[in-house]
């Protein structure tokens, strides 16, 4: 077996996660590497997740029976987890949506209905980039089509970067939003956050960061980001799905419009005028994903234990390890950046002129999972002249084996389609 500097204790870990001993076709076991669309979930999220429907479920906050009263200290003390988790100044900075695209839309439309100095109108422009998923491009080409506003963008260059050549004429004093992914679900790139944060400051634009690619892999420190709202979700960090998280700067919180309204949010309701609820309940309208906030506060439980800093070293070392392998497999071509500096382990790739569509159906005859396509990020393939890539992307419980047998399955691809 092969062993490399940095790794975590995998036999340990992929204890805690049944489905990795699934056998699939011709009793071929499962090679999971689509942890960027989805990671999967260890027996302790999946034991908090049951205990709570068999001992504790109710509706939370409005309740004095002894099960809201459980359930409403669940879900805050899972609040106060992910706070904890992400560095976070306060907990009521911290709001819980069903995921990051909810997080995304959240502070556009609440950006489109604010008062100055923090509407996006059409004196005003928007700020994102190239590498985005569809999720932090669409929202903002709606409140550009509903405001009139400018919408602009970073570049690409032609290893998988960011074009910042030209910042000061993309982040101009008309900008009032810039928002950007921290680390690329199709390019693996880390973004330079500092160099964006301060040209955005200077201007005095806000700053959204989409942490969906980051918060699972590295330690996320909202302080240090030194943006004003970072979103991320739950399903790809052990969590459950339908839970994400918006974190903003209190002061935001405080200014900014309500995008949902309905039971919580509110402080009083007339028939002629309602007044709102504090941050974070203001942004949370309705009965919240109760169950997932618990599952994702058990899921930020499992992380601290083993340390995001040895998740990050584990998953460069394979990522290292994926990079030097794919060298050795005729006619592939990352796209994105080549080295294991600067990205996260999230590799795509083509494979000659073999459709990625075709690779991932081959390689799933094998037992591997992989995700193909444009991964919810079409400009990416466009800007590189590609129908779509095949995405390999690995986590806390992949192993060099499990590098070796798609570089192994990758073969059996080429020798397919001759």
Request: hydrophobic share 40%; glycine share 8%.
């Amino acid at each position: 077996m092969t062993q490399l500097p940095g790794l975590l204790d995998t036999e340990a870990i992929r204890k805690d996660f049944p489905i990795l001993d699934r056998v699939l076709h011709d009793g071929k076991k499962l090679v999971y590497l689509d942890n960027a669309a989805t990671s999967q979930t260890p027996r302790q999220v999946i034991d908090v997740l049951s205990e709570y429907y068999e001992q504790h479920n109710a509706n939370v906050h409005r309740g004095v029976h002894v099960l809201a009263e459980e359930a409403t200290e669940l879900y805050e003390g899972a609040r106060d987890k992910v706070a904890a988790f992400i560095n976070a100044p306060s907990r009521d900075e911290v709001i819980f949506t069903k995921n990051a695209s909810e997080s995304l839309n959240l502070v556009a439309n609440m950006l489109g209905w604010a008062d100055e100095p923090y509407r996006v109108d059409a004196e005003t422009e928007i700020v994102i980039t190239e590498m985005e998923h569809h999720s932090n491009i669409v929202p903002w080409q709606l409140l550009a089509q509903r405001t009139g506003a400018k919408l602009k963008w970073f570049g690409l260059t032609d290893d998988g970067r960011l074009d910042l050549s030209r910042i000061d004429e993309v982040i101009t004093p008309k900008t009032k939003i810039v928002s950007f992914v921290l680390v690329s679900n199709i390019l693996g790139t880390f973004n330079p956050v500092e160099a964006i944060v301060r040209r955005a400051q200077e201007v005095g634009a806000l700053v959204l960061i989409d942490a969906s690619q980051a918060a699972p892999h590295m330690v996320l420190d909202v302080q240090a980001l030194q943006a004003d709202f970072v979103a991320f979700t739950g399903h790809k960090m052990c969590g459950p799905t339908g839970i994400g998280v918006l974190w903003g700067r209190q002061e935001l919180l405080e200014d900014l419009p309500p995008f949902l309204g309905g039971g919580e949010m509110i402080e009083t309701v007339s028939m002629s005028s309602s007044t709102y609820a504090p941050a974070p309940h203001k942004f949370e309208a309705g009965t919240p994903p109760i169950a997932q906030a618990v599952g994702l506060g058990a899921a930020v439980d499992y992380l601290t234990a083993i340390g995001m800093d040895r998740i990050a070293a584990h998953e460069h070392a394979l990522t290292e390890y994926a990079i030097q392998r794919f060298r050795d497999v005729p006619d592939l071509r990352i796209i994105g950046p080549t080295t294991a500096e600067d990205r996260g382990a999230a590799i795509s790739f083509t494979l000659g002129d073999i459709h990625p569509h075709d690779v991932g159906q081959v390689l799933d005859e094998q037992g591997i999972a992989v995700r193909v396509g444009h991964h919810c990020a079409r400009p990416v393939c466009l800007r590189y002249g590609i129908p779509a890539t095949t995405r390999a992307s690995f986590y806390l419980y992949s192993t060099p084996a499990e590098v070796d047998a798609l570089v192994d399955g990758l073969e059996h691809v080429r020798n397919f389609f001759g």
